[in-house]
């Protein structure tokens, strides 16, 4: 069989193939878009609400004044919305190496790099557009960022949605049945969540644990909170940004180790 060329049309044909299909898997799971919108609005309505009187932030970067605690949770839940659609677009993922379908698409002449970046892209669309549903909730119930601001976080969102998505792939190689990936997700969703600055401010948490601290400042999520929450107010977090690329490429470049046939997932089960 002889080498084929790619032209850049039939790179960009399967680059839309991938993205098409996962798009149009979101639109018919209609239940899904609710379900990414009803986290962070359950925190926001209720749990931030009954926060106010006791946990009001004082002056603290990005924020030039004394904001509510509904508006410092908003950059968290943002980010809890990608974290939860990177793991759910992962899911598709197992799905897909169950059903065969995986194997069919990483046979393809297409670089493994590129057809794992395609599906990547195509999950972070998805979890922008969720991200700026909750955004204009969060506007309607109050919650105010400068204008520009909404321009100047998609930047970060689409950052940070790389980084937690890479994060999403990389876990779906290794986990070989799909009924385990649920144990996964709550095992990693929700350390990560609460071990961050999405709730509360690093400051605080050294008042109450050195050592949970320490664990939320090295934490992943907590560089994508700190990037998106900056950015929504105009600013640029260099330490996140440069933390949320390393991880990006990490989780981005295990994953692609894993899913190769010859080193990753699919020579662990040749040889077992």
């Known amino acids: ?49 009954g926060f106010r009187a006791v946990l009001g932030l004082s002056i603290t970067p990005p924020y030039q004044t004394y904001v509510l605690y509904e508006v410092y949770v908003t950059p968290g839940l943002c980010a809890m919305i990608q974290l939860f659609n990177g793991m759910q677009s992962s899911l598709s993922m197992v799905y897909d190496r169950e059903t065969g ?32 549903a909750f955004l204009a909730i969060a506007w309607a119930w109050g919650i105010e960022p400068p204008l520009y601001g909404y321009l100047t976080v998609l930047p970060a969102l689409i950052l940070s949605g790389m980084m937690l998505g890479a994060m999403g792939l990389f876990l779906s190689s290794a986990i070989r049945q799909l009924e385990n990936f649920a144990g996964v997700m709550n095992f990693v969703i ?46 640029f977090d260099l330490l996140s940004f440069v933390v949320v690329l390393g991880c990006l490429v990490v989780f981005f470049g295990g994953a692609v180790f894993m899913y190769d046939p010859a080193k990753g997932l699919w020579a662990r089960r040749k040889g077992g």
Not at 5 to 19: K, Y
Not at 210 to 217: K, M, N, Q
């Open 1 to 49: 069989m002889t080498d084929r060329v790619l032209t850049p049309r039939m790179w960009f044909t399967a680059f839309w193939g991938i993205a098409r299909r996962e798009t149009l898997r979101f639109i018919n799971q209609r239940g899904r878009f609710l379900a990414a919108l009803v986290r962070p609005l359950v925190w926001l309505f209720i749990f931030a609400a």
């Open 101 to 132: 379908a995986m194997r069919t698409l990483l046979v393809s002449p297409f670089p493994r790099w590129f057809l794992l970046a395609s599906k990547l892209v195509a999950g972070v669309f998805v979890s922008i557009l969720q991200v700026y």
């Open 190 to 235: 929700f350390p990560m969540f609460f071990a961050s600055t999405a709730l509360y401010p690093l400051w605080r948490m050294r008042e109450s644990s050195t050592l949970l601290h320490d664990i939320c400042a090295v934490n992943p999520f907590t560089h994508a909170v700190e990037l998106i929450r900056f950015a929504l107010y105009g600013q």
